[in-house]
T-cell receptor, first 109, second 122 residues
Framework: SSELTQDPAVSVALGQTVTITCQGD??????ASWYQQKPGRAPVLVIF???NRPSGIPDRFSGSTSGNTASLTITGARAEDEGDYYC????????????FGGGTKLTVL | HLQLQESGPGLVKPSETLSLTCTVS??????????WGWIRQPPGKGLEWIGS???????YYNPSLESRVTMSVDTSKNQFSLKLSSVTAADTAVYYC??????????????WGQGTLITVSS
């Protein structure tokens, strides 16, 4: 079965740039989508497709893919960006939301 | 503005069947552009896809749960439902209903319910 691998924790200084990565074979065929989750809340979509932001998501969030790695970059991190970030993609069988990464806890220092 | 709301008992006994319903408001579940589904998150852990359903009733299930999962849709009530049989403590989680779009190159979830904690315990 497909797997997506994320670093468990990443930290960034306030105002600096941070990249969160997601690795997996399914990313050679499918784009990742990225979700931000804060404690006790449902996840929120921040990036989908090649590099698309839903309405209301600040342009400091961007996405990219190279080979089997998808990346979420936050340029000029703010305190409110702290939270858990999950990647997701279709899996090798083509299931729509087949596989999630294990999540990355982002701390803004 | 689309809203999704999960409903169902918060406590289920081991070996019994978990049943949840998601009510969609502010939009039609019969939209041809979207799929509907369930995601769960055990306490302190990550997200897991359970399954997806189209308004026509076509279903897609996570292979690891497929033998225990049944999803259905009621377009007249703008609702879709989840049944998970033979539950154990490992099925204790926050269950989210969601709407997603999928195309040849990917998928994304644009709307989530608030989530409901389901505890499996005797």
């Amino acid at each position: 079965s497909s797997e997506l691998t994320q670093d468990p924790a990443v930290s960034v200084a306030l105002g600096q740039t941070v990249t969160i990565t997601c690795q997996g074979d399914s990313l050679r065929s499918y784009y990742a989508s990225w979700y931000q989750q804060k404690p006790g809340r449902a996840p929120v979509l921040v990036i989908f497709g090649k590099d698309n932001r839903p309405s209301g998501i600040p342009d400091r969030f961007s996405g990219s893919t190279s080979g089997n790695t998808a990346s979420l970059t936050i340029t000029g991190a703010r305190a409110e960006d702290e939270g858990d970030y999950y990647c997701n993609s279709r899996d090798s069988s083509g299931n729509h939301l087949g596989v999630f990464g294990g999540g990355t806890k982002l701390t803004v220092l | 503005h689309l809203q999704l709301q999960e409903s169902g008992p918060g406590l289920v006994k081991p070996s019994e069947t978990l049943s949840l319903t998601c009510t969609v408001s502010g939009g039609s579940i019969s939209s041809t552009s979207f799929y509907w589904g369930w995601i769960r998150q055990p306490p302190g852990k990550g997200l897991e896809w359970i399954g997806s359903i189209y308004y026509s009733g076509t279903t897609y299930y996570n292979p690891s749960l497929e033998s225990r999962v049944t999803m259905s849709v009621d377009t007249s009530k703008n609702q879709f439902s989840l049944k998970l049989s033979s539950v154990t403590a490992a099925d204790t989680a926050v269950y989210y209903c969601e709407r997603h779009e999928t195309w040849n190159s990917g998928s994304y979830i644009d709307y989530w319910g608030q989530g409901t904690l389901i505890t499996v315990s005797s």
